[in-house]
C-alpha cells in the first residue's frame, strides 16, 4: 500500500469536525469514481450553536474541488449508499430520513433530492437498494478463458422485489436501532410507497447492522446490539405485492441461525473484548450456484476491549442432519435427498494489540469454488487501527498481507521531534474501496480525506520481473472487467509505472481482437477510451492519446450520419444505403471521387436540407481531421510521436474517413452550403475529392502486409496541403487538470486543500509545444481564465469565443468544455447532444462550471 495523497480542511474552515462527531463519518465511493462523504458543520446563529450535516461529493481525481449538499438532513447522517450504476445514492440520518439524491442535468456539482423517506425518531443504522436482478461474477476459474464473457458471468439472480414480467422495482430498504425494517419503493408515476414492519417477533435494539442479497431474491439482514456477550442475528426478509395490479407492499421476516462471536466462547477471554464495532457481510450478493462453491453468507466481526481488537470470519454452511435407524430406510438415501440445516462456522481470526477504527471490504464480485487457487484483488479487506496502521487481511484466511502506516500529510518541520508531534493521534476513521479494489479512499480523524493504492500483488514476496508480469495480468483483466460492466477505470491507472503502459495496451487489444464481433462492436468506443488514457501517462503518447479522442469522435460522427440514412423501400433483400456505401469503400480503389459517386444512388442519401445544415460543424471537423492528418505523412519518420501518425497505419478508421468524405461530397449535391469551408490558393480547389483522393492512397498502402511505403508524389501532394489550405487548429491536446500521471513525476505523496486549486498540477499534467501537437493548439486553451485563445464546444464543434458567455460545462477528466443550455433547434443535433448529455467523449463526467 501507498499513500497517494491527502486532502485538508482549510484551518478556519467550519467544516472540521468536532472531536464528538469523529467516527460517525459516513462515505461510499461509487462505480464512476465518485465519493460521497459526510461531515458535520457548526454555524452560530442568534447566538446559538447549531451543527448542520453536509454530503460532501468528491472526483477522487480532482481532490480539491469539493461540492456540498444540504437542505434534507438535519440530524447526523449515518449511511451513505450508491446504486450499481453510479448515478443516484441514497442517505440516512439519525432521525429516520432516507433521501434519494441524483445528478441535476447529469453535472457532477449540482444534485438534487428527488425522493424521501421517514421513519419518526427511529435512526438509521443500515441502508440498501433493491437489487434490481443483476449480477456480473469475477469469475477467478476461468480468468485465463480468451473469451471476456466466460471470465466475467452474468448469474440468475431474482430482484428483490419483482413486478409483472419480473421487472424490478425501484427502491431500498433500512434497518432501524429499534428493530424495524421499512422499505420505501418508487411509484412509475411519481412518488413513493413505504412500509414498515419489526424485523424480528420483539423489537430489539440494532447498534449495528448489514444488508445483503440472495440469489432467490430474498434479503438478508445481519444486527448487533454492540455487545460481545449478546448474539449476531441474522434474519431474512421477503417482498412481494399483496395483490397483483396494485401499490401494497408486504414485508416478510423469518430468523436465520444467529451467532456469539468466538472472542466471547472462550470463559478466559470474555472480558477480553467488549464492544462489536463492524458488522459486514463480505459479499453482498450471495449466491451459491454448485455444491463445490464456497458459503456466500459470510460475515466479519471485529470487537475491541481491553487487549485490543478481533476480527473474526464467519461463513453460513449447510449440514446433514443424521438420521435415527428407525427412520432409515434401506438402501440408505442419497445424500442430495438428506435432510440438511443450516448454522454459522467459526472461520478463522486476527488480533491486535491497538483498537480498530475502520474497516472496508473488497466490491469485486470474485466467484470462488473450494478448487480456486487466486490472490489478486478482490480478496483482501483493509483494516485500520487507532495506533494509525492499516493493515491488509485476506477475506477467508484474515491471514495479514501488507501493513501500512498512514502519519497524514507530511509537514516539513526543523526536526524529528516535532514531526512526530505532528503524525501524534491520526488514525483513519471511514474507509471505502474502490470497484476494482485497488484504492482507498479514507478519512482520518482530523476529517482530512486521503487517497490510498493496493500494488495487485498484495505484499507477496515476488522479484521485480515477477511482481511486473502479476501486476500486469491482474491490470489487464481489471480494465476487461471495466469494459463488459461499464464501470470506470480510474483508479486502475495509479498501478501501473509508463513502462508497463503499450504492454498493457497490447494485451488489451489481442485480447479485444479474440472476441466476437458483436462484442467487440459493443466495446470498441470503450476501449479506445480506455487506450487514450493510457496513452496519456507517457511522455512519448500525447500523440497517441490524441489519436485515441479523435477517432471516438470519428466513430461517433460515422454512426450519427448513418443513422439518418433510411433505405428508400422496405426489402430484406436489397443493402440499405449504409450497407452499399461500406461495401463501395471496402472494395473499391478508385481515386476520382466523382467516378466512386456513379456507383451510388444518390436519392438514397437524400436528407432534409435544414437536417444537412444543421451538420455543417460536425462536417467541418470530419474536414479538417482529414486534413491535419495527411500533413502528417511527410513527419513519419523524423516525428513519430506526432498526433496522427498512428492513423496512417490504422486501416479500420482510414476506410471509415474515405466513407465519410463519400458521404459528405453526396449530401454537398443536395446542398452545398453544409460542405466544409477551405480558405484555398486555388479558389477552384476541390477540397474534399482531393482529400479523398491521398487518403485512399494512404488507405491503400496500409493494407499491405506489410505496410507499403507510400510513393514520392503522394507524400510530395501531402506536402503542399498546408500551403494550398489554410488549417485551422483542432483542439484535441489531452489536457488533464487531475492527478492522473502525477504519481510518476512526484514520486511522493502530495497535500492538498479543499477548494483550493493547486497552481503546479496544470502544467505537469498538460501537453506543451515541444510535443509538437497540432497547429494551434495551446497547453491552456480550455482554461476559462485565459482571455487570449478561442474555446471550442467539445460537443458542437462550434467556437465560443474567446470568453463565453453562456452557461458552461467541463470534463473532469480531459476537460473539454461545452454549453450547458443546447442551440439546436434541428432533431439530428439533438439527438447527437442526447450521446454526451451523461458523460464527455473520453467518458468523463461533466460538472457545471462559472465563468467569472
Known amino acids: 500500500m501507498e ?223 454492540g455487545s460481545c456477550r449478546s448474539p449476531v442475528q441474522v434474519y431474512k426478509v421477503i417482498l412481494s405485492w399483496k395483490e397483483a395490479l396494485t401499490d401494497k407492499v408486504c414485508i416478510e421476516t423469518d430468523y436465520l441461525p444467529s451467532l456469539h462471536v468466538q472472542c466471547c466462547v472462550d470463559l478466559g477471554n470474555k472480558d477480553k473484548y467488549v464492544t462489536i464495532t463492524h458488522l459486514r457481510f463480505i459479499n453482498k450478493e450471495c449466491y451459491e450456484e454448485e455444491s463445490t462453491s464456497l458459503p456466500a453468507e459470510q460475515l466479519i466481526i471485529s470487537a475491541i476491549g481491553s487487549s485490543g481488537s478481533c476480527v473474526e470470519f464467519w461463513s453460513l454452511s449447510k449440514e446433514f442432519i443424521p438420521l435415527n435407524k428407525i427412520f432409515q430406510t434401506s438402501p440408505p438415501p442419497s445424500r442430495e435427498s438428506q435432510p440438511t440445516t443450516q448454522k454459522w462456522v467459526f472461520g478463522s481470526c486476527y488480533t491486535n494489540t491497538a483498537a480498530v477504527t475502520g474497516l472496508c471490504l473488497p466490491k469485486l464480485p470474485v466467484k470462488l469454488s473450494s478448487k480456486s487457487i487466486y490472490n489478486g484483488p478482490g480478496m483482501v479487506m483493509a483494516v485500520a487501527f487507532q495506533d494509525g496502521s492499516v493493515k491488509l487481511l485476506h477475506r477467508v484466511s484474515l491471514k495479514p498481507c501488507a501493513p501500512f502506516k498512514y502519519e497524514g500529510a507530511k509537514v516539513d518541520t526543523g526536526s524529528q521531534a516535532k514531526r512526530q508531534k505532528v503524525y501524534n493521534g491520526k488514525h483513519l476513521v471511514c474507509m471505502e474501496m474502490s470497484s476494482t479494489c485497488c484504492s482507498i479512499m479514507a478519512i482520518d480523524r482530523m476529517g482530512a480525506l486521503c487517497l490510498i493504492k493496493i500494488a495487485p500483488t498484495l505484499g507477496q514476496a515476488l522479484d521485480q520481473g515477477a511482481a511486473r508480469a502479476h501486476t500486469i495480468a491482474q491490470v489487464v483483466n481489471l480494465l476487461e472487467y471495466s469494459l463488459v460492466t461499464g464501470y470506470e477505470w480510474w483508479d486502475l491507472l495509479h498501478t501501473i509505472t509508463p513502462g508497463m503502459v503499450d504492454t498493457v495496451i497490447d494485451r488489451l487489444t489481442e485480447a479485444f481482437n479474440r472476441q466476437a464481433k458483436s462484442t467487440q462492436e459493443l466495446l470498441f468506443s470503450r476501449l479506445v477510451a480506455v487506450k487514450g488514457s493510457l496513452h496519456r501517462m507517457t511522455s512519448s503518447g500525447a500523440g497517441k492519446s490524441v489519436d485515441c479522442y479523435c477517432k471516438l469522435l470519428l466513430n461517433a460522427i460515422s454512426s450519427e450520419f448513418k443513422s439518418l440514412l433510411r433505405p428508400s423501400s422496405v426489402s430484406t433483400q436489397d443493402k440499405s444505403p449504409t450497407e452499399k456505401l461500406a461495401a463501395i469503400c471496402a472494395h473499391s480503389s478508385e481515386l476520382d471521387l466523382n467516378k466512386v459517386l456513379l456507383n451510388l444512388d444518390a436519392k438514397e442519401f437524400a436528407l432534409d436540407p435544414n437536417t444537412l445544415q444543421s451538420l455543417q460543424q460536425l462536417i467541418q ?214 450521446r454526451w448529455a451523461k458523460s464527455c467523449l473520453c467518458g468523463g463526467l461533466w460538472r457545471k462550471v462559472i465563468v467569472e
Not at 474552515?13 to 461531515?39: E, H, M, P
Not at 457532477?108 to 424521501?116: C, G, I, K, M
Not at 468524405?661 to 453526396?666: A, P, S, T
Request: a neutral charge.
Open 3 to 225: 499513500l497517494v495523497y491527502v486532502t485538508e480542511w482549510p484551518k478556519t474552515d467550519v467544516n472540521l469536525c468536532s472531536k464528538k462527531l469523529i467516527g460517525d463519518t459516513a462515505c461510499s465511493w461509487s462505480c464512476r469514481n465518485i465519493l460521497a462523504f459526510s461531515t458535520v458543520s457548526n454555524t452560530k446563529a442568534l447566538e446559538k450553536e447549531i451543527y448542520r450535516p453536509k454530503i460532501h461529493i468528491v472526483d477522487p481525481d480532482r481532490p480539491w474541488e469539493l461540492h456540498s449538499i444540504t437542505g434534507v438532513h438535519k440530524d447526523l447522517i449515518q449511511v451513505l449508499q450508491w446504486n450499481a450504476s453510479g448515478t443516484q445514492f441514497l442517505s440516512g440520518d439519525s432521525s429516520g430520513t432516507s433521501a434519494l439524491w441524483q445528478m441535476k442535468n447529469h453535472l457532477l456539482n449540482d444534485w438534487e433530492s428527488v425522493a424521501e423517506s421517514h421513519v419518526a425518531g427511529e435512526p438509521i443504522v443500515a441502508l440498501g437498494w433493491l437489487h434490481s436482478g443483476v449480477k456480473i461474477s469475477y469469475n477467478v476459474d476461468n480468468i485465463d478463458s480468451p473469451i471476456m464473457l466466460d471470465k466475467f458471468t452474468r448469474s440468475r439472480f431474482t430482484p428483490s422485489l419483482p413486478q409483472v414480467g419480473t421487472k424490478p422495482a425501484s427502491g431500498w430498504i433500512t434497518v432501524t436501532s429499534t428493530g424495524l425494517v421499512s422499505v420505501t419503493v418508487l411509484k412509475n408515476g411519481g412518488g413513493t410507497i413505504t412500509v414498515t414492519e419489526c424485523l424480528g417477533n420483539t423489537r430489539c435494539h440494532a447498534e449495528l447492522a448489514d444488508i445483503a442479497y440472495s440469489s432467490s431474491g430474498d434479503i438478508l439482514i445481519a444486527t448487533s446490539d
Open 621 to 834: 471537423w470530419i474536414a479538417d481531421y482529414c486534413l491535419h492528418t495527411l500533413s502528417t505523412v511527410p513527419q513519419q519518420a523524423s516525428n513519430p510521436t506526432k498526433p496522427g501518425i498512428s492513423i496512417l497505419r490504422d486501416t479500420s478508421t482510414l476506410c471509415l474517413l474515405r466513407e465519410m468524405l463519400v458521404l459528405v461530397k453526396v449530401w454537398g449535391m443536395h446542398k452545398k452550403t453544409c460542405l466544409p469551408v477551405f480558405s484555398t490558393t486555388p479558389e477552384s480547389f476541390d477540397t474534399v475529392s482531393h482529400l479523398y483522393k491521398l487518403i485512399t492512397q494512404v488507405w491503400l498502402a496500409s493494407k499491405e502486409i506489410p505496410p507499403a511505403e507510400l510513393d514520392d508524389n503522394t507524400v510530395d501532394e501531402c506536402c503542399l496541403l498546408p500551403s494550398q489550405i489554410i488549417m485551422q487548429p483542432l483542439d484535441v491536446t489531452p489536457v488533464t487538470e487531475g492527478i492522473t500521471g502525477k504519481l510518476l513525476i512526484l514520486r511522493q505523496a502530495m497535500s492538498f486543500q479543499f477548494h483550493t486549486a493547486p497552481s503546479h498540477m496544470v502544467n505537469i499534467a498538460t501537453f506543451g509545444h515541444s510535443l509538437n501537437i497540432f497547429p494551434g493548439s495551446e497547453v491552456n486553451v480550455r482554461s476559462l481564465t485565459d482571455r487570449i485563445h478561442q474555446k471550442t464546444d467539445v460537443v458542437r464543434r462550434l467556437y465560443l469565443g474567446v470568453s463565453p458567455p453562456e452557461e458552461i460545462r467541463s470534463c473532469t477528466r480531459c476537460s473539454s468544455i461545452s454549453m450547458l443550455n443546447s442551440p439546436s433547434r434541428s432533431s439530428a443535433m439533438k439527438s447527437w447532444e442526447q
